[in-house]
């Protein structure tokens, strides 16, 4: 089991960066596959970034693609979230989340078990 906790959240202008971090504790972190989802008031839940366990491949839709950037840090139980001129609609509470270890990354939020709180990050024009 895995307890995952997002942190870096915050206000931003259109245009400007944060870096979101995702803090896991538990055993065998490097076991797991890790995923950023996001979600706005009123919509769904929506896959913003993956990561292979080994950190080897990554995975975006292109709604973020070429803006965000996933990396892991093994050694230090953590994921980042790297989040480049940023936009308005990229305002919403942002998840930190894992699969079943051993599990490949998807973007299908059904599939990942472990979930951190969520991190608000709120972009204004």
């Known amino acids: 089991q895995v307890q995952l906790v997002e942190s870096g959240g915050g206000l931003v202008q259109a245009g400007g960066s944060l870096r979101l971090s995702c803090a896991a504790s538990?055993?065998?972190?490097?076991?797991?596959?890790l995923g950023w989802f996001r979600q706005a008031p009123g919509k769904e839940r929506e896959f913003v970034a993956a990561?292979?366990?080994?950190?080897?491949?990554?995975y975006y839709p292109d709604s973020v693609k070429g803006r965000f950037t996933i990396s892991r840090d093994n050694a230090k139980n953590t994921v980042l979230l790297q989040m480049n001129n940023l936009k308005p609609e990229d305002t919403a509470v942002y998840y930190c989340?894992?699969?079943?270890?051993?599990?490949?990354?998807?973007?299908?939020?059904?599939?990942?078990?472990?979930w951190g709180q969520g991190t608000q990050v709120t972009v204004s024009s």
């Open positions: 990561i292979t366990s080994s950190g080897g491949n990554t």
């Open positions: 989340a894992a699969p079943l270890a051993g599990r490949a990354p998807t973007s299908n939020s059904r599939f990942y078990n472990y």
């Open positions: 538990g055993r065998a972190f490097s076991s797991y596959a």
